[in-house]
């Protein structure tokens, strides 16, 4: 199809008006896009190091985010200076503030005396109209605001042309603009919710300055993307991929099927490690409910038979788990494959699906340093040795926030779109020790219990990600008069919004006590439960204190419990 290349309706960075956020590496600049985009405004984020005249776009304005060095190293990164010729508005932030003064002069940006960490009060200063736009990033917000820093190195003077429109006690050039490009410079952070009015400014910015039209919805996405994948395929072509019952495979299997319907196929490989009648319900919901052209194999005796005997060495569960579902998935594309071929008016399996989000694209290329190569992103399509499969990946450009109003949109139950997410290796990992066939029981029976009453209780969508947890050790606990020697059930519920930190979910102890009691009830094979508490990001003393159940206390009551663990 390798002329259909032309016919491809374009991306949507030349469909929706578009603010490129090129990126010096700072934390904060995914955040800056996504921002935008909660706007409905879409925005891609590059290197700093971007080319402009090998920019496929123009872009409506452009932001210059944050970095960890210093403009005036002697290795600093430094956009390209064709930016400033592009005639449109342009925002740095902090690094980019530095680097719009630095561009004018290079005497412009010096180390601070002291680092500036933490919130600040920022007084906005008014021009009342001698050049209008430099009060327009600050429009309609307030004179005094709650703003959020993270710098040392500061200006050491106004560069020429800019007007200082806000000002801090430690930063008195906190903003910047040009009187008469528009060009503006703030010292601090708008993209970090710390910053109280940091959506709003962004918007002036990108709506009332750059004038980018907040059109950027998934309706809107969605029938173009259709058309996209239509004439990438071609009316012939055949596309194949594997669907896990998670929200980004179901969603972007959804979409394959609405564009090219039966000549999507979908594999799901039951390795006997999901949870509680998991294959059976996707097949339920993909089939019957949405549709779609999926195969379901059932390999869960061959990867249970090759996971005995593994103990200690979780990366060796992950690694044959791994390993298999690729050898599995590859057997059936190719018999899919051969079927495909005979088949009258249909052609050859040429795509393999890849759920990609912007995330991994944006991790793929984001700015890691003057030194450091930009990765690309690692192209599975050579995983299926042999088949030259090209890989269709519609969800690219897509944040995990939009991939979910996708699923909404295009008509995937709630349930399923605000799943939790579910490792690849599945329950092996949550099983503590050697995964067999009766330690799978335990952990999907209690994993179930507990996902249900979070269900029954309203938590479901509050907390990120929840499961049991099966460890290898027996306690000692009374049931019915008798001393039982069983295993313990370690639950864990975490808040998070990006996965990179996450705090403990707090349940009240009457639903802890009820779930615990559940368990203990009704799996055969565990007397004790636990809920581990301990958090990527620790709870401070003060923080604990509304942590009752933090760092694994136990919540199970005694009997069946005992008090001492063995
Ligand atoms: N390295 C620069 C400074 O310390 C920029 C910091 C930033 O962009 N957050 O001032």
């Given amino acids: 199809m390798a002329d259909s290349a032309t016919n491809v309706p374009p991306p949507p960075h030349t469909i929706f008006d578009t603010i490129l956020v090129l990126d010096f590496g700072s934390q904060y600049t995914h955040l800056i896009t996504r921002r935008l985009r909660e706007l409905n405004i879409y925005s891609e984020m590059l290197p700093c190091t971007q080319k402009i005249s090998e920019l496929s776009f123009k872009p409506k304005g452009i932001i210059l985010s944050g ?31 530095q680097e719009i003064a630095w561009h004018s002069d290079q005497k412009n940006v010096v180390a601070g005396e002291k680092r500036e960490y933490g919130h600040a009060i920022l007084n906005v200063h008014k021009h009342s109209g001698k050049t209008a736009h430099v009060d327009a990033l600050f429009a309609g917000l307030e004179d005094d605001m709650d703003v959020w820093m993270s710098h040392g190195d500061k200006l050491s003077q106004r560069p020429a042309g800019f007007v200082t429109v806000a000002a801090s006690e430690n930063a008195p050039f906190a903003g910047i603009a040009h009187e008469e490009k528009e060009w503006f410079g703030i010292q601090f952070h708008p993209e970090v919710t710390h910053t109280k009015k940091g959506t709003p400014l962004i918007k002036n910015f990108a709506a009332n300055i750059c004038g980018a039209k907040q059109d950027w919805t998934m309706d809107a996405f969605v029938g173009k993307e259709i058309e996209r994948i239509r004439a990438l395929v071609g009316p012939k072509g055949q596309v194949i991929g594997a669907v896990s019952g998670g929200v980004d495979s179901t969603v972007a299997a959804k979409l394959m099927h609405e564009a090219i319907g039966d000549r999507f196929h979908a594999i799901m490989v039951d390795n006997g490690v999901l949870r509680l009648n998991e294959a059976k319900q996707v097949k339920e919901t993909l089939t019957a409910g ?69 995330p991994d694209v944006i991790e793929s290329i984001s700015f890691k340093g003057p030194s450091a190569t930009i990765k690309t992103h690692h192209n599975v399509g050579g995983l299926l040795e042999g088949m030259h499969l090209k890989l269709i990946e519609p969800l690219r450009e897509l944040f995990k926030d939009e991939v979910r109003a996708l699923g909404t949109q295009l008509g995937i139950p709630e349930d399923l779109v605000w799943r939790h997410p579910f490792p690849g290796p599945g329950l092996a990992i949550r099983i503590i020790g050697e ?18 009453e979070i269900k029954k209780a309203g938590y479901y969508k509050q907390i990120s990600q929840a499961y049991a947890a099966l460890l290898p050790v027996k306690a000692v606990g009374v049931m019915g008069d008798k001393r039982v020697h ?24 009457k639903f802890l006590s009820k779930v615990s009691t559940r368990i203990v009830n009704e ?9 581990e508490g301990k958090s990527s990001q620790q709870p401070t003393t003060s923080e604990l204190s509304g942590h009752e159940f933090a760092n694994g206390q136990i919540v199970t009551s005694k009997p069946p419990g005992t008090i001492e663990m063995e």
């Fill in 67 to 97: 970095g960890p060095y210093s403009v005036y190293w002697d290795d600093a990164p430094h956009v390209d200076p064709a930016v400033f010729e592009m005639g449109v508005p342009i925002l740095g932030i902090c690094y980019g503030l």
């Fill in 290 to 358: 949405l549709g779609i052209n999926l195969t379901v194999i059932d390999a869960s005796d061959r990867f249970l038979d090759l996971l005995a005997g593994v103990k200690d060495d979780p990366e060796k569960k992950r690694k044959i788990i791994g390993n298999t579902f690729i050898e599995i998935f590859q057997e059936k594309a190719k018999e899919i494959a051969a079927a495909a071929k005979g088949s009258a008016n249909e052609g050859e399996i040429e795509w393999l699906l890849q759920g990609t989000l912007y």
């Fill in 435 to 452: 995964v067999t066939r009766d330690q799978v029981r335990i952990a999907q029976q209690a994993d179930h219990i507990f996902i249900e």
């Fill in 486 to 509: 069983a295993q313990v059930i370690a639950l864990r519920a975490v808040e998070t919004t990006d996965f990179m930190t996450a705090d403990v979910f707090d349940f009240p102890t």
């Fill in 523 to 531: 799996v055969d094979g565990v007397c004790r439960v636990l809920y």
